[in-house]
């Protein structure tokens, strides 16, 4: 996972304990808060979502647009960061309370009636956490595909909180048993939420994203084409309001008449275009810090 400032056991140690302790609206205004020095003090990361920002929203860096945006997106990661650990202690009846509904259900009941199980793919844009809650309150059978954290002791913590609501956490990888467990998952017509706007590993296929040539992982269209589980993006959102809605797409067409590295471009570029239309409708929900030129490869 890539390093920020909050990411150590001490820092998500202290936003539990706090969580426990605040009301829910001060939890909140206090990670807004915390998340704006970081803002002030974070000259990489403030340069690296304002460049991103203006490719998405074709402008340039300086544009008074882009500086309140960033800010508003620091910010809203800040409360994020504290419903992420607010939401799984809050009791069932409170936590639906958080969430103002889900869009596009019928997608994912229609593929499941098939048996094959289905994946959930979304980008690093809203609260994907809260989406596994969402789903859980829901009853729908789901494993959350997730890049482990740098340090042991955090990653105990967030997996319990996953876990507790009764989330299954397959941790990624480059081992192939990683593959294996997920394919297991779907063939017991489960549902496995992943990530897929990030090449974590430096093995996905190039694609066009915002005009710029990047890498997106190949492993979600690859499950899809093993297992026969639909893609289907999906997107949780947080609402003026402090709720979240979730939202479901269409599947991703999977081009299975044409060759293995073809069928992968052309769903890449569909994935890239569902998420690019997302990110501008939701700029300021979009946690991508690092420049999204940073993953192109030869």
């Known amino acids: 996972m890539r390093p920020h400032v909050l990411d150590s056991p001490f820092s998500y140690y202290t936003i539990f304990l706090l969580a426990r302790l605040l009301p829910l609206a001060l939890s909140r205004r206090l990670g807004r808060l915390v998340a704006l020095v970081v803002y002030v003090f974070s000259k990489k990361d403030r340069r690296g979502v304002a460049y991103n920002l203006s490719l998405a929203l074709q402008t340039s860096t300086d544009h008074p647009l882009i500086k309140d945006l960033s800010r508003r997106l620091f910010m809203n990661y800040g409360q994020y960061m504290a419903d992420f650990f607010i939401l799984p202690q809050l009791p069932r009846a409170k936590v639906r309370q958080c969430f103002a509904g889900l869009s596009g259900e019928s ?25 596994g809650l969402m789903m859980r309150l829901s009853n729908y059978p789901l494993a959350v595909v997730a890049l482990p954290h740098n340090a042991a002791a955090t990653n105990a913590l967030v997996n319990r909180f996953r876990s507790k609501r009764g989330i299954k956490v397959i941790e990624m990888s480059t081992s192939p048993f990683a593959a294996v467990t997920i394919l297991q998952h779907l063939r017991e017509n489960g549902v496995v939420a992943m990530i897929g706007d990030r090449d974590f590993f430096g093995n996905g296929s190039a694609v066009d994203f915002f005009g710029q040539t990047v890498c997106f992982p190949v492993g979600p269209i690859a499950l899809a084409m093993a297992s026969d589980a639909p893609l289907i993006p999906a997107f949780v959102i947080r609402r003026p309001d402090g709720r979240y809605f979730g939202t479901l797409e269409p ?5 299975r008449h044409e060759s293995r590295k073809r069928a992968i471009q052309k769903s890449q570029q569909q994935i890239a275009r569902v998420f690019e239309t997302y990110i501008r409708r939701y700029p300021d929900q979009w946690y991508s810090p690092d420049p999204i030129t940073a993953k192109v490869q030869p």
Not at 109 to 121: C, D, H, T, V, W
Request: charged share 25%; glycine share 14%; proline share 3%.
């Open 107 to 131: 997608i994912i009941k229609r593929a499941l009636e098939k048996g094959r199980g289905a994946i959930l793919l979304s980008a690093h844009l809203g609260n994907w956490e809260f989406g």
């Open 251 to 255: 599947p991703i067409d999977i081009h």
